[in-house]
């Protein structure tokens, strides 16, 4: 079992920044990729970053290309999402995942299915 809590969510005007962080616990955080998803009102969840067990792979959704910065601390087992020049159409639940790495240094992975460890998310809300 993993176990994922995020925080560091709020209210924020648009073009401000919030940095989130996701804490696991249990099993081994080393050996998973880890996810940022988001789930707007009335939308689905959507892949907003990606990150490889080893921190040196990153793959983010062009909708936050640019902005957003995942980064991973393993000896904390932690993983963050930096968020810059926040718009309106950021607004909603933001989740951290971790799925296998199957032992890879570099594999990260967008497709939700493959990640089985969710955390309860945390609410940004950013005011146009």
């Known amino acids: 079992q993993v176990q994922l809590v995020e925080s560091g969510g709020g209210l924020v005007q648009a073009g401000g920044s919030l940095r989130l962080s996701c804490a696991a616990s249990g099993r081994t955080f080393s050996n998973r990729a880890m996810g940022w998803f988001r789930q707007a009102p009335g939308k689905e969840r959507e892949f907003a970053a990606a990150?490889?067990?080893?921190?040196?792979?990153?793959f983010y959704a062009d909708s936050v290309t640019g902005r957003f910065t995942i980064s991973r601390d393993n000896a904390k087992n932690t993983v963050y999402l930096q968020m810059n020049s926040l718009k309106p159409e950021d607004t909603g639940v933001y989740y951290c995942a971790a799925a296998w790495a199957y032992s890879s240094r570099t594999y990260y992975t967008t497709r939700d299915y493959e990640y089985d460890y969710w955390g309860q998310g945390t609410q940004v809300t950013v005011s146009s």
């Open positions: 990150v490889s067990w080893s921190g040196s792979s990153t």
